[in-house]
T-cell receptor
């Protein structure tokens, strides 16, 4: 069963606008961690932001924030004030706490920022 | 500090040849992961090690694939014989771990990947 679902294969956003990338997940483990990674055209995987299942507040890192809705099992990435350099693939990933498990990734969303 | 180092960066080979991909994890990291990225399947976990011991190799697609970690600073992923459908980007990644446990907030640090093309 797919544990991480990213329903938007591709998205466009105007420079300086905000954009939300969707991520839903499936787990019965009460303890888990959610991650977002960015993959620019150069290919490297860059960690952006982390949200723990027990965290009371939504995570923020500069222009990145995570809209965490636990009951809906969603962990959407919000990028504010988009820049041309934000054009990349974005991956949502999850680790469940039980079983000492590795990260499982979604299929990604390709974001294109338009000038 | 050096990050995860993978070599080669690009590999082009002919069907039937043996391919060996190499990885040096971040020093002190107890966990090492091999992922494969394709357009169709996204990022798939192939195998991962804890303290040089393979923990889960259920993602290895076939017996043609093998991975080793002879010491804490080196791992290889070997494909023998290679096939065109093995063409993909192969990533190595490492995580710190604590006392043999991967906490939910443990980040993965990725290498630059190896772009493999099998003709």
């Amino acid at each position: 069963a797919q544990k991480i679902t990213q329903t938007q294969p591709g998205m466009f956003v105007q420079e300086k606008e905000a954009v939300t990338l969707d991520c839903t997940y499936d787990t019965s483990d009460p303890s888990y961690g959610l991650f977002w990674y960015k993959q620019p055209s150069s290919g490297e995987m860059i960690f952006l932001i982390y949200q723990g299942s027990y965290d009371q507040q939504n995570a923020t890192e500069g222009r990145y924030s995570l809209n965490f809705q636990k009951a809906r099992k969603s962990a959407n990435l919000v990028i504010s004030a988009s820049q041309l350099g934000d054009s990349a693939m974005y991956f949502c990933a999850m680790r469940e706490a039980s079983g000492n498990t590795p990260l499982v990734f979604g299929k990604g969303t390709r974001l294109s920022v338009i000038a | 500090d050096a990050g995860v180092i993978q070599s080669p960066r690009h590999e082009v080979t002919e069907m039937g040849q043996e391919v060996t991909l190499r990885c040096k994890p971040i020093s002190g990291h107890d966990y090492l992961f091999w992922y494969r990225q394709t357009m169709m399947r996204g990022l798939e976990l192939l195998i991962y090690f804890n303290n040089n011991v393979p923990i889960d190799d259920s993602g290895m697609p076939e017996d043609r694939f093998s991975a080793k970690m002879p010491n804490a600073s080196f791992s290889t992923l070997k494909i023998q014989p290679s096939e065109p459908r093995d063409s993909a980007v192969y990533f190595c990644a490492s995580s710190l771990g604590t006392g043999g446990y991967l906490a939910p907030n443990e980040k993965l640090f990725f290498g630059s990947g190896t772009q493999l093309s099998v003709l």
